[in-house]
């Protein structure tokens, strides 16, 4: 059976191992967040699912969905990627409470909105590697985040194949945030392990039976 | 307006006059259109990867460049259409990130292109337009009836091929 199979055969006792990682990596994140942007930053219990690689672009909107994402690329024991993603609306809010100016990044997307964004990415991607670093007992090391605002299917696309290789199935944490200032604030997480590195994770998980 | 055909990522499809085929945000993917003017017959492919690994036999063949065109081009001659007038259209083999780790296997886009011209050349398939590289997402619509390629970005103009 290769990975796909194995990954499309996932359960929701599986999925639940997944969404308790995720689901300390989110805490870890918020209070990063907070602390960075003095203000109380809630994220909720994140939805952890495996879908095909070729629906992940409706999550955010469908393939020609402008949307703005930020790659953190990974070394260690888990080879790949992770991606934060936001719609330009929760982008702005963003980037408006972490600098505390106003933000149009669809028409001005300049080295203050990129690197505030990336800063959050840093964050973000820093606090959910290291819970399932430590879960996991894995050595995550990340790179610094590269950004694209451009089409949800291309920048989705270009990540799950380019990190993920082989892989149909994709694994996808979706997380929205709260803060006491701004609203309605969705962001989404994708975690993009390389075949060899998911199939290790799942298997520390105790998700996958060892062959 | 045509009849809209709508062509997922790792999958191909034909049409014919007033049909319009259309993949939507091509990243590293390239979209391949073969057309045959005379009968008005066309196809398109969202191809991921270049070539059909060989240690594999489970794979889907329209994923692969190599494969995916075999099968586009059995599909177009089955519906009638001369495989020696066929003009080929492409797009997309985008770099969306500056990947730090810039090895080989991270330079899909650029991979695909060539896979698609390699395929193309060997098989006597003139290249009539092409919308490659760079940085940003592509949507690519081919209207079957004008063999026209309509290509769509974000940040730029329309470009017809």
């Known amino acids: 059976m290769n990975l796909d199979q194995k990954l499309s055969e996932l359960g929701p006792i599986q999925l639940d191992a997944l969404k308790e990682v995720a689901s300390i990596g989110a805490g870890n994140a918020a209070t990063s967040l907070s602390n960075m942007l003095n203000g109380k930053i809630e994220m909720t219990v994140p939805e952890v699912n495996i879908m095909p690689v070729n629906q992940i672009p409706e999550i955010m909107g469908g393939a020609e969905n402008l949307i703005i994402a930020m790659l953190v690329e990974t070394e260690g024991d888990m080879e790949g990627g992770v991606l934060f993603a936001l719609d330009t609306k929760a982008a702005n809010r963003l980037i408006e409470l972490l600098t505390g100016q106003s933000a149009n990044i669809e028409d001005d997307l300049g080295e203050i909105e990129a690197s505030a964004l990336k800063e959050i990415a840093n964050i973000l991607t820093g606090s959910n590697l290291n819970a399932f670093a430590q879960m996991l007992d894995m050595t995550i090391k990340p790179d610094v985040p590269s950004l694209a605002y451009d089409m949800a299917g291309a920048i989705l696309e270009v990540c799950f194949i380019e990190l993920g290789q082989v892989g149909d199935y994709g694994l996808v944490v979706e997380t929205e945030f709260k803060s006491d200032t701004a609203q309605g604030i969705n962001g989404n997480f994708f975690l993009i392990p390389d075949p060899d590195s998911l199939e290790i994770m799942l298997k520390k998980l105790g998700v996958l039976d060892g062959e | ?161």
Do not use: W
Request: charged fraction near 30%; charge should be positive.
């Open chain 2, 1 to 161: 307006m045509g009849n809209k055909i709508r062509i997922k990522m790792a999958d191909l499809n034909i049409g014919k006059d007033g049909d319009i085929l259309i993949t939507s945000g091509l990243g590293s993917c390239v979209g391949v259109t073969l057309y045959d003017s005379k009968s008005q017959i066309g196809g398109m492919a969202h191809v991921m990867l270049p070539e059909f690994p060989e240690n594999k036999d489970d794979g889907n063949p329209a994923k692969y460049a190599d494969t995916a065109l075999d099968m586009l081009i059995d599909k177009l001659k089955k519906a009638g259409a001369s495989k020696r007038r066929f003009e080929a259209k492409m797009a997309g083999g985008a770099q969306m990130f500056k990947f730090s780790n810039s090895s080989d296997k991270m330079r899909i886009g650029a991979r695909n292109i060539e896979a698609v011209k390699k395929y193309l050349k060997k098989s006597n398939i003139p290249i009539k337009g092409s919308e490659v590289g760079k940085d940003y997402g592509r949507t690519m619509e081919f209207d079957v009836g004008t063999g026209k390629a309509t290509i769509k970005t974000v940040k730029k103009d329309d470009i017809i091929l």
